[in-house]
């Protein structure tokens, strides 16, 4: 397992891993952004929705994440916090 630090404009998410999320983040984060823009594959969600839009949220990124990697070890939300986080994990803007 790996941590990477999604950093948002006030704050930090440091988010645990696994090693094969962690090593190609960006590219799940691309993956979700069209995923996100799409009207595609949303039916499991429907207890996450807030009428009729989705909240775009480090924890649907999340939920999202460990969705589309059925059966393999889950991404969890370790902190959240208004300090930079100051390691040398991988980062992300969100």
Same mark, same amino acid.
């Given at each position: 397992?790996?941590? +990477? ?8 998410? %440091?988010? @645990? ?8 983040? +960006? &590219?799940?984060?691309? #993956? !979700? ?8 594959? &949303? ?15 480090? @924890? %649907? !990124?999340? #939920? ?5 990697? #059925?059966? &393999?070890?889950? +991404?969890?939300? +370790? ?6 986080? #100051? @390691?040398?994990?991988? &980062?992300?803007?969100?």
């Amino acid at each position: 397992m790996k941590y +990477v630090i999604a950093q948002w404009t006030y704050y930090d998410d %440091l988010l @645990e891993c696994p090693d094969e999320i962690a090593d190609n983040i +960006v &590219k799940y984060q691309q #993956k !979700f952004d069209i995923w996100i823009n799409s009207l595609e594959d &949303k039916e499991w969600l429907e207890d996450y929705t807030l009428g009729d839009y989705l909240p775009l949220t480090i @924890e %649907l !990124f999340i #939920k999202w994440i460990n969705h589309t990697n #059925k059966n &393999k070890e889950n +991404v969890r939300l +370790v902190n959240s916090t208004y300090d930079r986080i #100051k @390691e040398d994990y991988i &980062k992300i803007w969100w």
